[in-house]
Each structure stands twice: as C-alpha cells, then as structure tokens.
C-alpha cells in the first residue's frame, strides 16, 4: 500500500450524503445480532469448568440494574420503568442466584480488578439494597480494596443526594458517572429528563468532597431541538464542572425497537448534517478546552487513565464504552447482561420474567451466545485497533495472525483508498491512520472490515443499527 495523493476536500454535507446510513457501534467484534440461541453452550460451560482450576488471572465484572422510577424518552437501555413496591428485592433475590451460580462456575479467587454497575438507574436501589448488593458481590467474588483497580457506578442526577454519594464511596466505588445528556430545558423537557444545572453543580461539589478517582459525564449529541448553540452552552457548563472524563454519544432513534422514542417529534431531530456539524464542534471546543480526544466519543483530561492508556496501547472497547484493559474477561451479571469469557460471547435472558424462570429453576439465565473463530479474531483486532487507537499497523497483523494484509483484505482495501480519497484515513504500506477529518466517519471505517454487515443488509430480519452520524 503506498500513500495515495492529496485527498479531496469534500463539504460536510456532501460527506454526510456519501456516508450516512446505519452500523454497529462496535463495543464488540462480532457484533451482539451474531450472538445465537443455539450455540454450543454445553461447550461453553465445560471450557469455564476447566478454567476454573488454573485461571487465576484478573476479571471484571459488570452488574446491571434495570430499573428506573421515570421514562427517559431517548433511552435505548434494557429499562423496566416502575414505583413498584418490591420490584428491586425480588431481583436482587433472582441476582443473588445468580451471582452464586456464577462464583461456582468460575470460581471466587481470580481478582476483581474492574467493576461497574450499570442499568437502568443502579440508584434505583435504596441505601440498604446497595450496601447488601455490594457485600452479596465480595462474599463470592475477590473484590480489592487497594491498589489500581476501577470500581465505577452510573448515576442518575435526580436520584442521589450527598448521603447517598457517601454511601456510594463507603462501599468502594471511586469512579462515578453522571448521565447528564443536555443541560438546554428545552431539551431536557423534549426527553423528559429535566435536571437543572443548580442540580447537578450541588451533587458534583458533594463527589469532590469525597475525592472519588474521577468523574465522567454522559452527553448525547441528536437529540430533539438540539443545535450546535444549544450545545456550545451545554459544553460552556460542563467546563465549568470539570469532570475527568466526557462521554458524547450519538442519538439512537429507533422507534420501531424502542417505545418510548415515539414520544420524540422526529421533525424536532437535527439532520444529519447538523449532527455532524454538533459532533465536530464539540471535538473543537472540549480540545481547546484542555481534553483530549479518545477513539471515537470520549474526552479525558490529560492525565486521566484513558489518555495514558492510549498512548500506552491499553485501551480497550468493551459494552460499557472505552475503557483501561485491567482484565482479559469480562462477566456480565443481571438481566440481559453479556459477558466475554475467553474465545465466547454470551448473553443473559433479555426479558425479566424469563431470567426469573432461569434463576427459579437454579440454573445459569444464558440465553444466546458465540464463539469466535480465526477470522473473528483477526477482524476483531483490526476493528479495534482502530475504534480504539485510530491506528492499525498492518505489518504487526501480518506477524500475530499469519496473513498478508494486502492479499487477505484486498476487497477491503478499495473501500479504504475511496474513503483516503476523502480525507479519512491514510493509506501507507504498513499502516491504516484515521485523520481528523475521519473521526466522525470511525464507525463507517470500521464496517469495511465487517464480514456480518454485507449478506444480511438485504435480509428482511437483518438487524436494526442506529445511524452512523
């Protein structure tokens, strides 16, 4: 591959026509619509049997909790909205299963080294519920209470005050994040998410108070009667808080699969052009700011762990986001939670009455799965390698997976000089490098290397991806 000639300089909206469409976000590789309802699970357990003995090596794990006292219409989550009375207890009774029926499969002394707690609204929980979760967790697993390790918890503003913000500490949790979306009231009330700047500036001075490790705040980019001026004033108090690390997802909207999202008026939604126009701002003005840009959606303030762990190659891409590669394997706990165990992917029950039925029946609520292959893997390590490190050095895949990268991605490489064409990677004999001007193009980049994408785009079951800008 040689380095191809000066590139053309297309306008945003005539790159929004060549590229828009849907993809995968690529929190893995493959993707969760390859997971199947018949993959061989026996094998699966039998493999967590064996490992059981001689792994000993770190694990994260990842905790989820439906539940959420209000609907947020943007919300594309597994949420069960409810005030239900005894909702929370019955599951953590069916998690308490589970849990112990996890420890037994994989053992308790690898060491915990990440965790998070992730929903729905985990605050959901009172303090009691909390406390008990956290200590049901250590009982069967080797938490840490020392040394470097991330233990984080996402946080709805409206459902936790400065007690709970102790407790929350008390419990080991050093990392906390805030889903904050917009600060704009038009906004807030077009999502039914209303939460005042007042707010959430009290609730971030009673986290520094605390001196938890970091404080990370979700933004969404897309949202009804968002603009680029709605956004600079959300971004202008976001600055003012300073949290360590800024999340700025794009908008999801998908109706059809997610309910709620039809109280959204589509004709309120920025165009695609627009969102491109938001999402390149944001990058301008968070990097002037003092952030720096990591992979595909996040920002860290210089000395924050992700920032050295991209300039050290240990970032990693997981169903939680960006993240530092503390463990190999990842064990998803709760309802439609997905864990990575070695060469599989599974998935836990979907539907909360059938992970019920599971757990009732004192058996693991595994519902679909996949294990990967030699192909997997080499496309795996291509697609995160840029997602993540905007980099792919094509010579080291030559070595790790026995290949030539030309021969073997030949078809793959004209899709690549087209878009190096446009000015969205750089093309050299061993090496792929995203620009700048491709970041918001990263997704659409790594399609290219997708071998699930082009048989099923046709399908009339192909699965639904949210849009690519």
């Not at 002394?109 to 250590?138: F, N, V």
């Not at 491109?276 to 990591?294: C, D, N, R, S, W």
């Not at 070695?342 to 539907?351: P, W």
Request: net charge negative; with cysteine.
């Amino acid at each position: 591959m040689n380095k191809l000639s000066t590139p053309t300089r297309l306008s945003n909206q005539a790159l929004v026509n060549k590229y828009a469409g849907s993809g995968p976000r690529y929190t893995s590789y493959p993707t969760a619509p390859q997971f199947r309802d018949d993959f061989p699970l026996q094998d699966y357990l039998a493999e967590q049997a064996r490992q059981r003995v001689s792994n000993h090596s770190d694990l994260s794990l990842y905790v989820h909790i439906p539940f959420c006292a209000d609907i947020c219409y943007y919300c594309a989550c597994n949420k069960i909205v409810t005030r239900e009375g005894g909702a929370s207890r019955r599951y953590l009774d069916k998690l308490h299963r589970e849990i112990v029926l996890q420890s037994e499969l994989h053992g308790s002394s690898r060491p915990i080294r990440q965790l998070h707690w992730g929903g729905g609204t985990p605050t959901y929980l009172d303090h009691a519920e909390l406390t008990e979760l956290m200590h049901d967790l250590a009982s069967h697993f080797q938490l840490l209470d020392q040394g470097h390790r991330e233990y984080s918890i996402e946080i709805d503003p409206r459902t936790t005050d400065g007690n709970g913000i102790a407790l929350l500490k008390g419990l080991g949790f050093n990392r906390i994040s805030l889903g904050i979306q917009d600060f704009d009231p038009l906004v807030q009330k077009s999502v039914n998410r209303v939460q005042p700047f007042a707010m959430v500036k009290k609730l971030v001075e009673q986290i520094r108070q605390h001196d938890f490790r970091s404080l990370s705040f979700d933004l969404i980019y897309g949202l009804p009667n968002q603009d680029r001026y709605t956004m600079d004033a959300t971004l202008d108090k976001v600055m003012q808080l300073q949290p360590e690390r800024i999340a700025c997802y794009n908008y999801a909207h998908l109706p059809d699969r997610f309910s709620s999202q039809r109280a959204i008026d589509r004709l309120s939604l920025p165009s695609a052009a627009t969102k491109l126009a938001i999402q390149e701002h944001i990058a301008e003005k968070l990097q002037a700011g003092g952030y720096v840009h990591i992979g595909l959606d996040h920002y860290v303030l210089p000395s924050d762990d992700l920032a050295i762990a991209q300039q050290q190659g240990r970032l990693q891409r997981n169903f939680q986001g960006y993240s530092v590669q503390l463990a190999d394997d990842l064990l998803g706990l709760g309802v439609s939670a997905i864990s990575q165990m070695g060469d599989y992917y599974v998935q836990n029950e979907h539907k909360l009455d059938d992970y019920y039925s599971a757990l009732g029946e004192n058996r693991l609520p595994l519902r679909r799965g996949y294990l990967m292959n030699d192909e997997d893997k080499l496309r795996r390590h291509v697609i995160m390698e840029l997602i993540c490190n905007l980099y792919l050095d094509t010579a080291d895949c030559n070595l790790l997976y026995e290949i030539d990268f030309t021969s073997h991605f030949a078809d793959e490489l004209t899709s690549l000089k087209a878009m190096a064409n446009d000015g969205l990677l750089e093309l050299d004999s061993d090496s792929v490098r995203i620009t700048e001007r491709g970041r918001p193009f990263l997704r659409n980049i790594c399609m290219v290397f997708d071998q699930y994408l082009a048989p099923q785009s046709a399908a009339a079951n192909a699965p639904r991806y949210s849009a690519t800008i």
